[in-house]
């Protein structure tokens, strides 16, 4: 099955059981004071948990652009690193606003996933929540005895609120959760550990499809939980890890989501991607595939890299694959900007925001690596006019501020100016550096006087609008 079988079967099965498919809402939040992007489906319905807003309708579908970069879900330093954590992935959902709860959720998610899309029950793992005592929530009990019709007892696993209590953010709605495992190992692999071990546990082929949440609660800003107005259902299923499922692979990396990036970075780089976890170049090719998606998608809803707020966190998504391609795959030429166009192809049929604006996302990005292909090049001189300065002094260690300064003023990456200085037998002074940066992270927060405010109605309550940049000033990517 292709992803985009795969996707449609989804939006299909959910229509046949009354749900109403909806458009993804854009990746970059413009009206909500305590988030930047969509970090996941419900970001768009939230006004409907709360009772704000009445539902367009009872029940809802759809594949929502997710970016986790900063925030509460933030997996930013795993891309590229592990095979199933992405900057923007899709999320496929289906809602129930006040209409059918855990029962019927479950029993949905197990149809699909079973006996549409045929995957063998024996790979299947599910956990439902624990309870935890500080909070006075009660074990899921209900969900746990829906469970046991469809799946063995002994697949049903117990989470803590960490896994199994699903929260947005700071503050908004939440509620116990029940997960769907899926477990891809060779037999061979399985018979000398069991999947339950290795559910929650970082296993790259063990790994966490879909989260099935009952909205009971909304956290308020105090950090208390006041019970929502009624029970709705919002689930969350990665689609690149669907694919990688049902395309039988061990990365989403090797799905038809990423392969057709894949083959451009190597035409364009002459380098091969062997899919080993460690090694740079491989990684540094993930980087790209991933990130370039991230990039073109803001862009695409009009969120432009900039010097504040979400265009800030889109620069250095865009700046860090430019740093990683430079220092892995020897591509000191814009690059960047020519996967757009395979994107577009494989994205823009199903996603006409990326067909139409493909033009302006090229040119936005090429511009961007000119000009931070620049930096990097104007910082390259620095850094070696630091290193000579250094050695004449008979000293060994890159002196923090200097190597800061190349840092915040320049833009130029401080892993860079590592890799450089221990090529030269330097090291950078590492604790000094970690001081500067901790010192800059006090200045921002304080710049931002930063609060966290209860959910509120916008239409009825402008005022209570604290612009975007509140609750995630502490972002900081490399
Ligand atoms: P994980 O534990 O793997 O980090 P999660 O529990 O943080 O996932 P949820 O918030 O429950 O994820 O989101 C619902 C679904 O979205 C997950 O079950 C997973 O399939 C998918 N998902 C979550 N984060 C990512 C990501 N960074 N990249 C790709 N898919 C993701
Ligand atoms: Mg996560
Ligand atoms: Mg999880
Ligand atoms: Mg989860």
């Known amino acids: 099955m292709t992803s985009q079988e795969i996707r449609q079967k989804f939006l299909d099965y959910f229509k046949s059981k009354g749900h109403l498919i909806v458009p993804s809402a854009p990746i970059v939040l413009k009206d909500d004071p305590t988030l930047m992007f969509s970090n996941s489906g419900m970001t768009q319905f939230k006004d409907f948990f709360l009772g704000y807003k009445t539902p367009t309708a009872p029940r809802i579908a759809d594949t929502q652009k997710c970016l986790r970069v900063s925030g509460k879900h933030n997996d930013l330093d795993d891309v590229g690193r592990d095979t199933y954590h992405h900057t923007m992935f899709e999320m496929l959902g289906n809602w129930s606003f006040g209409d059918y709860f855990k029962k019927e959720a479950i029993a949905f998610a197990w149809e699909l996933l079973t006996e549409v899309y045929g995957i063998p029950k024996e790979n299947l793992y599910v956990t439902i929540f624990e309870g935890d005592a500080s909070e006075n929530l009660d074990r899921d009990q209900d ?130 991607y062997t899919g080993i976890l460690e090694d740079e170049k491989d990684i540094a090719i993930r980087v790209v595939v991933d990130h370039i998606r991230a990039v ?30 430079y220092r892995f795959l020897g591509m000191k030429e814009p690059f960047l900007y020519k996967l757009v166009a395979v994107l577009q192809e494989q994205m823009g049929p199903f996603f006409p925001e990326l067909e139409k604006q493909g033009k302006l996302v090229a040119e936005v990005i090429k511009s961007e690596e000119d000009s931070f292909l620049k ?9 070696e006019k630091l290193i000579q300065q250094t050695i004449a002094n008979n000293q060994k260690v890159l002196p ?74 502490e972002t900081y990517i490399t």
């Open 375 to 383: 930096t990097i090049e104007n910082g390259l001189i620095r850094v």
């Open 400 to 473: 923090s501020e200097e190597v800061f300064e190349l840092y915040d003023t320049y833009g130029f990456p401080d892993d860079l100016t590592r890799i450089i200085a221990e090529e030269k037998g330097l090291t950078i002074d590492e604790e000094g550096f970690k001081a500067e940066m901790e010192k800059q992270k006090l200045r921002s927060k304080a710049d931002s006087a930063q609060k966290v405010y209860d959910w509120v109605n916008l239409e009825s309550k402008p005022e209570t609008f604290v612009g975007y940049d509140q609750t995630e000033s």
């Open 143 to 272: 969900a746990y005895d829906f469970w046991k019709s469809h799946i063995s007892e002994d697949r049903i696993i117990n989470g803590n609120k960490k896994d199994n209590f699903w929260e947005m953010g700071e503050s908004g709605p939440c509620g116990p959760c029940s997960e769907i495992h899926v477990d891809l190992r060779t037999p061979e692999e399985k018979a000398k550990v069991s999947g339950l071990e290795l559910v929650n546990n970082d296993h790259p082929q063990v790994v966490e499809v879909w989260n099935l949440v009952f909205m009971e609660f909304n956290r308020k800003a105090d950090k208390s939980l006041e019970k929502l107005p009624a029970q709705h259902v919002d689930t969350g299923m990665g689609f690149e890890r669907l694919c990688m499922a049902l395309q039988g692979k061990s990365s989403n990396y090797d799905t038809d989501v990423f392969t057709p990036l894949i083959a451009k970075v190597e035409e364009l780089s002459g380098k091969k």
């Open 296 to 325: 073109s998608f803001a862009i695409a809803d009009g969120q432009l890299p900039s010097n504040g707020g979400a265009g800030y966190v889109i620069r250095r998504i865009l700046r860090r694959g430019i740093s990683y391609s």
